[in-house]
């Protein structure tokens, strides 16, 4: 029998502990013998639940119980997320985690920390909730050399950006009903910004290149400009329009953004709705494959981590080599990335058309009936290129008494 922790009692760690006493049998014959629960940690009381004997409110009791050797945080956030699954690590104990916060600004230290006490730092919930897709780089993809990573990382903006696209709904009004179903938090600034995807991003990003990736480094936009007319655009286009995390290893270098991207319907990403993830990879001798399923979600969630404990359950004594080292991968200046660009314009296109050409080249225009504006395409170029012609061609704009540019999004399409 190997004893197991869980800190924090919140809507995965609950389900682990869920998971763990309904597939008890089933766990046992994967792990090799059975995982019992021995201690939930969390400020609280829970009188009601099956594990309120189980209840602590020191974090001591688990760091110096010998018998434990396994701990599930599910705390969330840094603070004292941190400390705490050091301290477990320190003390020898298998520490299994869905925080993408903590593996993204403290990853490299705890995998090296796992390495030296012969334990592992287990992550496979920090990104996309119940989709395998860190095992998968790990184990399944181990012998390929990954050359992009692209994926929908982020339920809630996914969510919010698919009522929008079918119902033609404002962002606000969207916001606000996902806040009410429970996908949005009070405060949605890391999913709608960008923050959450980000940081998954990076991680991913990281498994790999073998390196230490700073999810600062990542350029992030995220989905609050998005509009009504955008998508009204996307309809007339045949596209759609996702908040992407984007990597690619090309020619030594990695280029990773986070930002809204308007795909079309032959991309395997254009079909991935409501709260659902999508994650593509590219590898040289596989070539595409795609990973599909929820991203969130108690018991999806909490499945991931059961399928990490028993990976630790299996490796009770050993150390797995995976995960990546403390050298810095470098990202390239967002100026050097190549894309096309989807603009909007108030105003009449025919008054431009030279205006357009001679800054941008050859664009397709796009005119919404009874709008004040049009919209074009450009054809694929550097960021550094375009954001120089965008900035003169505002700037002549501004300096005749015309508007500026209303909106541009990043484009991942076929060239016409």
Avoid at 1 to 6: F, N, Q
Wanted: charged share 25%.
């Amino acid at each position: 029998m190997m004893y197991a922790a869980i800190m924090g009692y919140g809507t995965i760690g609950s389900g682990v502990a869920e998971i763990l006493e309904k597939s008890r049998e089933r766990i046992a014959c994967g792990a090799g013998h059975e995982i019992k629960l021995k201690y939930v940690l969390d400020l609280r009381d829970f009188p009601d639940s099956p594990v309120a004997d189980r209840i602590v409110h020191d974090f001591k009791v688990i760091e110096e119980d010998e018998q434990v050797k396994m701990v599930v945080e599910t705390m969330g956030g840094v603070d004292p997320a941190y400390p705490f699954v050091k301290a477990c690590l320190n003390a020898g104990k298998h520490v299994i985690t869905s925080n993408k916060a903590l593996v993204a600004a403290h990853g490299t230290e705890l995998l090296q920390i796992a390495r030296d006490r012969h334990v592992n730092f287990f992550f496979e919930a920090s990104v996309g909730g119940g989709i395998p897709i860190i095992r998968t780089l790990y184990r399944c993809l181990t012998g390929e050399k990954i050359l992009e990573i692209t994926g929908i990382l982020n339920g809630t903006t996914n969510f919010i950006l698919t009522k929008m696209d079918r119902e033609g709904a404002a962002f606000d009004r969207v916001l606000r009903e996902a806040q009410e179903l429970g996908y949005a938090e009070r405060n949605p600034e890391a999913d709608v910004e960008g923050h959450d995807t980000c940081r998954k991003i990076a991680i991913l990003t990281a498994l790999a290149t073998g390196k230490e990736v700073h999810y600062e480094d990542i350029n992030t936009e995220g989905i609050t400009r998005i509009t009504d007319t955008d998508f009204r655009y996307a309809k007339m286009m045949g596209t759609s329009v996702k908040l992407l995390g984007i990597s690619r290893i090309q020619g030594g270098k990695v280029y990773a953004r986070v930002a809204p991207v308007m795909i079309d319907k032959e991309h395997p990403l254009y079909s991935v709705c409501g709260v659902y993830n999508g994650i593509l990879v590219k590898s040289d001798m596989l070539g595409t494959s795609m990973y599909y399923g929820s991203g969130a979600g108690k018991l999806p969630t909490a499945s991931a981590v059961v399928a990490d404990m028993i990976e630790a359950a299996q490796n009770a004594d050993a150390n797995v080599s995976f995960g990546w080292k403390a050298e810095q991968q470098a990202i390239a200046d967002r100026g050097e990335w190549e894309s096309r660009y989807f603009v909007r314009i108030a105003g009449d296109a025919k008054d431009h058309a030279e205006q357009v050409k001679a800054a941008f080249g050859e664009v397709r225009t796009f005119v919404l009936e009874g709008a004040d504006e049009y919209a074009f395409l450009t054809a694929k170029m550097s960021e550094e290129r375009f954001q120089k012609a965008a900035i003169a061609f505002d700037g002549e704009r501004q300096k005749n008494g015309e508007e500026g540019i209303r909106q541009i999004i990043h484009a991942e399409l076929e060239e016409d």
